[in-house]
């Protein structure tokens, strides 16, 4: 017997390469109970797809372990937070908390929570996921990222459910920014993860193998389909709790679809062959290539100005008494002095670093704060012209002078001799490097540039203290003062210049320690702004780092895309993707 089989459809299954929600996502229309929050200026069109990218898979969707930059800008589509930091103005603003009040003291905090809304798979939302979410986080044997952040003065928050949409928040002292710690929190489903987190293995649910069916958020999209080194996609939330001013609910797009793309030459390929309608961050040279296309390829590239990233020069002023390292402890005879440290940074060139490594696109910085943050900068640090002349007088008036050769050397006669690390992968601070390197040889300073791959250079930086000086750069995840305090104060995790140093070595160090600490309870934004102010001004005096430029933001989107602000932090393009939309009839392309 023979059997004819046809196939007007083929399905392919995957299994775990292939994950798939078949419930539609049709915006449900807002109801009269639910507490909309109304977003944007105006109203866009809604359906089609935009085509992202990521450098690499995702290794979690677990907002309470992820750690990954892939990961993180995913679970920020899929999940909310109760007071939102806006990337475009810095500022805080209401979320899934409509409002809140502080008492006078600033150590209580009661959080009213928008009713009526519903997590991604149409379950509603209370006060009980708050208190379950802060629970989670917080708990010590699940060892969340967010949980140091949780902590103020090295205590954790106290949270208890005062109504079905109301949440009280006791702090251990006050903390100047509370409403910040908000943000950092991804609400999560206490009807979904209650039993995980009961039986210890809240760490374990939520891998990239998950069912998306079996998640469930409050952002503005949810899972749809994943297939690891291809692509991600994530589909409009129906219950998405933001609407525009014309009632619409929010988001427009049906999907936003992330193609894995493992570098950035890959990614701006795509981009202009018309795969991929956004670049979230670029280097200055693809910036110039793509510019000279911009008009015919119907795409616009965006310099946003200088991000929170800031790249800086720095010494080895770690205590080596108790290693073996008698080269390097030798040379930190003129790493501790503070005119050696002036003296190299008045002969760097910063406009030269800016011109040659970034093609104009960064600003020189002589303290740790960029202009990029709108809210802290300190206008009144000094940003002195490179001079030669004046770095050579400062070395004078310590006892370094020049040979008749031209080399420079201290008062033993000593030559000043020294490398600095770096690591190749990141070619812009490897130029940097070589610059400096010119720059110094210039005061007759012998340097070498010492590249290493980036995990030796943490080891010797970090670990065996086994160098000399290095090039790194910062960037942190919020404007605030508060996430840099373990760069500036002593015993930081961060204090890379000296790791070593649990109490502070200088007046100036101490007084850094003791600001940075200050600043924490001053809730009067002008008076901690004085503060913050001072530090920076300490910085830029002392010199514990040499801060040299930020590099600016560089983005690039489609002109046909609506609502398109690129910011200087978070997710520069995506930050706003509940309010992207097609300004002209592309759905049927995508």
């Known amino acids: 017997m023979k059997y004819r089989v046809r196939f007007g459809l083929r399905i392919l299954i995957l299994s775990s390469l292939l994950m798939f929600v078949a419930f539609a996502s049709v915006p449900q229309a807002p109801k009269p109970d639910e507490d909309i929050l109304i977003a944007g200026d105006a109203a866009g069109r809604r359906g089609g797809r935009l085509l992202a990218s990521l450098r690499s898979d995702p290794k979690s969707l677990n907002p309470v372990t992820a750690v990954d930059v892939p990961s993180k800008q995913i679970i920020g589509l899929l999940f909310a937070d109760l007071i939102h930091i806006n990337p475009y103005t810095q500022h805080t603003e209401p979320a899934l908390a409509k409002s809140w009040t502080m008492s006078s003291e600033g150590k209580h905090y009661t959080l009213e929570l928008r009713r009526g809304i519903h997590f991604s798979d149409g379950h509603p939302f209370d006060a009980d996921d708050v208190v379950f979410s802060f629970n989670v986080y917080q708990d010590e044997k699940v060892h969340s990222p967010q949980r140091d952040l949780l902590e103020v003065g090295g205590k954790s928050i106290q949270v208890r459910k005062s109504g079905p949409y109301q949440v009280d928040f006791d702090l251990p002292q006050p903390y100047a920014a509370a409403e910040r710690l908000f943000d950092s929190v991804r609400i999560l489903p206490r009807h979904l993860l209650e039993r995980a987190y009961e039986e210890r293995k809240i760490s374990q649910v939520w891998g990239t193998s998950t069912a998306a069916s079996e998640i469930a958020g409050l952002g503005p999209f949810r899972l749809k389909q994943y297939v690891p080194g291809q692509q991600i996609v994530l589909e409009r939330n129906p219950y998405y709790w933001k609407a525009d001013p014309s009632g619409t609910r929010l988001p427009y797009l049906d999907e936003i679809a992330f193609l894995i793309v493992p570098t950035e030459d890959a990614e701006v390929i795509r981009f202009q062959a018309g795969e991929i309608d956004v670049l979230s961050r670029i280097g200055a040279d693809n910036y110039a290539t793509l510019e000279r296309y911009q008009r015919a390829r119907d795409y616009q590239l ?57 093609q104009g696109r960064a600003t020189p910085l002589w303290d740790q704060v960029t202009p990029g943050n709108k809210l802290w900068i300190n206008a009144s ?184 602000k690129p910011a200087v932090m978070g997710d520069y393009v995506l930050w706003n993707a509940d309010q992207l939309f097609w300004s002209r009839n592309v759905a049927g392309k995508r």
């Open 302 to 358: 965006y310099d946003s100005g200088p991000g929170l990233e800031y790249n800086f020069l720095f010494f080895n002023l770690n205590d080596l008494s108790s290693r073996q390292l008698p080269a390097v402890s030798r040379k930190q005879e003129w790493f501790r002095r503070v005119e050696f440290r002036q003296a190299v940074s008045a002969a760097i060139d910063r406009e030269s670093i800016v011109r040659l490594v970034y």
């Open 381 to 564: 640090i000094a940003q002195p012209a490179r001079s030669l002349a004046k770095a050579s007088a400062v070395l004078r008036s310590a006892g370094f002078t020049r040979r008749a050769d031209g080399v420079l050397v201290d008062a033993h006669g000593q030559v000043v001799e020294f490398s600095i690390l770096t690591n190749p992968s990141n070619a812009q601070r490897t130029k940097i490097a070589t610059i400096i390197q010119d720059d110094l040889t210039q005061l007759g300073m012998q340097v070498h540039v010492v590249p290493l791959e980036f995990h030796a250079v943490m080891g010797r930086i970090f670990d065996t203290y086994d160098y000399e000086a290095a090039v790194l750069g910062l960037e942190s995840g919020d404007a605030d003062p508060n996430p840099e305090i373990n760069v500036w104060t002593s015993g930081g995790a961060t204090h890379v210049w000296a790791l070593s140093e649990t109490h502070p070595s200088t007046e100036w160090q101490a007084e850094i320690d003791h600001l940075m600490q200050a600043q924490t309870a001053i809730l009067d934004y002008r008076k901690r702004k004085q503060a913050y102010d001072r530090v920076q001004e300490l910085i830029a005096q002392f010199d514990p780092v040499i801060c040299l430029v930020s590099p600016h933001v560089l983005v690039g989107g489609k002109n046909t895309i609506g609502g398109l």
